[in-house]
């Protein structure tokens, strides 16, 4: 077992498990590595001029492969430079008042750039692409504190939902839980990529507040719950309602630490 364990850790590591790899289900699915027991929150920060961030998208796509995309959940916030709408046929708007906050916050000036799990490494919260797997695989193998679970109905126009928290451990600082909505399969120009490029769980926008809903609580012991509603989501005119999924996570207000993240299709 111990053999094992560095094997796995070698070949994560290095970054064997690439397109070319790809076989039926994830790796975990298949019994090549151990399940993952936590989930993790990658959000790529990209734009659709950005010449090098096709590459970035493929590799958040293989570590999904190899993990799972429930248990990696990718977000790709289109921030900065080169995600400013263009001259034709790059002139889509996917940028997002969300978006930039978190990219002001987190200080990325060139793209693409990875936060995973907004845990901050020396000085700063973001990772080149490069590093993306090896974080990815540490922060999956951690202990699972709590459980995050949504519920998202979608009727015309409008999202309602709620996010529960099951305590598995007790919390014992200051929490809060983002809520966002994302869309897959948007056909829109990329930079180095196609002018028919299927854009992926972009983030289309925060439910209510840019940094979440605040915790009525400090202290939560093991075996409690608590939960969030949230109502009345307005998406927007070209928005599809069958792509669209909401992301909740619970992080350390402090840190900003995330603590446990989910993702859930809305049901029409």
Known sequence: MKIFKILFTIIIASGLFTACDKIEGSYYESGI???????????????????ACPSAHVIAEDLQN?????????VAVHAGTFANPGSSPYDYDFTTDAGDAYNTFFGITSYPNGVINRVKTGNNYFIDKNQWGPAV??????????????????????????????????????????????????????????????????????VEHTWGYTLSSSTYSAGSTTS??????????????????????????ETKRVIQVNKAHVHI
């Not at 998406?235 to 909401?246: F, H, T």
Request: hydrophobic share 40%; proline share 3%.
């Open 33 to 51: 590595i151990p399940p993952p027991t936590t989930r993790v929150l990658l959000e790529d920060y990209t734009g659709h001029t950005c010449v």
């Open 137 to 206: 695989s540490k922060l999956l193998y951690e202990k699972k504190t709590m459980e995050v679970t949504i519920e998202a109905n979608g009727n015309d126009t409008i999202i309602n939902g709620s996010v529960k928290i099951d305590f598995i451990e007790g919390l014992n600082s200051q929490a809060k839980v983002i809520i966002w909505v994302t869309e897959d399969h948007i056909i829109k120009p990329q930079l180095n990529g196609a002018l028919d490029y299927e854009h992926n769980h972009v983030l289309r926008g925060a």
């Open 228 to 253: 969030i509603e949230f109502s009345d989501y307005r998406i927007g005119e070209d928005w599809v309602m069958k792509n669209l999924s909401v992301v909740a996570f619970v992080y350390d207000d």
């Open 66 to 74: 190899t993990y799972g995309d429930t248990n990696l959940i990718v």
